[in-house]
């Protein structure tokens, strides 16, 4: 169980960092994150609205608690991640930019695996 707890806390905390750091510039809605949006083709109005809504899952996957919302958080960052990366290649951007994607989806998915881990042993103690 404890390792189980630690690997969980450890790609959790890896992924919410990861997500509120990109998340804060679109909340700003800084010129880097305006560019990045024109890039890719998003409306400007979607800017805050995507930020907002990484850093929410991002606080709800650090949450103990709310595990039905929990489920929802998770699906939202997945989303957010593989639509990210769908947007990179569409627009043109290389191949070769989907790792970066790959290794923060792998982690996300680590987080899930973790968390789901930790509720099955609590339910059998």
């Not at 806390?9 to 509120?20: E, S, Y």
């Not at 990210?84 to 923060?104: I, R, T």
Request: aromatic share 18%; glycine share 6%; charged share 15%.
């Amino acid at each position: 169980m404890k390792t189980t707890n630690i690997l969980y806390w450890v790609f959790t905390v890896l992924l919410a960092g990861f997500m509120i750091f990109s998340a804060l510039p679109n909340i700003m809605e800084t010129k880097d994150s305006e560019a990045l949006f024109k890039q890719l083709g998003y409306p400007l109005y979607l800017q805050q609205f995507v930020g907002i809504a990484k850093l929410l899952g991002s606080i709800v996957i650090l949450i103990p608690a709310f595990p039905r919302l929990k489920e929802w958080a998770y699906a939202g960052l997945f989303f957010d991640l593989t639509g990210a990366a769908y947007s990179c290649v569409a627009s043109g951007e290389p191949l070769s930019v989907l790792g970066f994607f790959v290794v923060f989806i792998a982690v996300l998915f680590l987080s899930y695996y973790f968390h789901h881990k930790r509720l099955r042993q609590k339910q059998s103690h």
